[in-house]
């Protein structure tokens, strides 16, 4: 199932399997250092070549929480504007750089109704131009049900 445009599905459209259309992102240099300027985070390994290159990088490396806000712009991009991001949980595993695709990908894994609420449990992983997860993660949202009782 492919929604888009901020389309909110419904918990009974959704089965375990699913697949959330991916997320390709092309970052560079310029994205992370507007990213260190909205976040604060000015560590210099993140924009200065000198630093990341005597740390024994090739280059300078794309933020964690960077990493992380992609993965969330995934989940809400697909549960659309009635669903609910209610937990977002990564794990940094390697590094990426700039100048290669990222690649958000999600499967469904688990759906539930507690108390009158439809809960879907999300993997989600960035996986780098290697194909290799560097990233992975979980998402749980709540969508809205069809038939909720009144």
Not at 6 to 33: A, N
Not at 52 to 73: C, D, F, R
């Amino acid at each position: 199932m492919a929604i888009t445009n901020y389309e909110s599905p419904m918990f009974e459209d959704v089965s375990i399997g699913d697949k959330l259309p991916e997320l390709v992102k092309h970052p560079d240099t310029r994205q992370l250092v507007m990213y260190a300027g909205a976040s604060q985070d000015f560590v210099a390994i993140h924009y200065d070549l000198n630093v990341a290159k005597e740390a024994g990088h090739p280059n300078v490396i794309i933020h964690g929480a960077l990493k992380s806000a992609w993965l969330g712009e995934l989940v809400t991009a697909w549960m659309g504007h009635q669903g609910r991001l209610l937990e977002l949980d990564v794990s940094y595993r390697a590094i990426d750089f700039p100048g290669s695709p990222a690649t958000c990908a999600g499967t469904v894994s688990d759906t539930r109704i507690e108390d009158e609420v439809g809960l879907v449990e999300i993997e989600i992983g960035l996986r780098n131009s290697e194909g290799e997860i560097t990233t992975p993660g979980r998402a749980l949202v709540s969508l809205p049900l069809r038939h909720a009782s009144r």
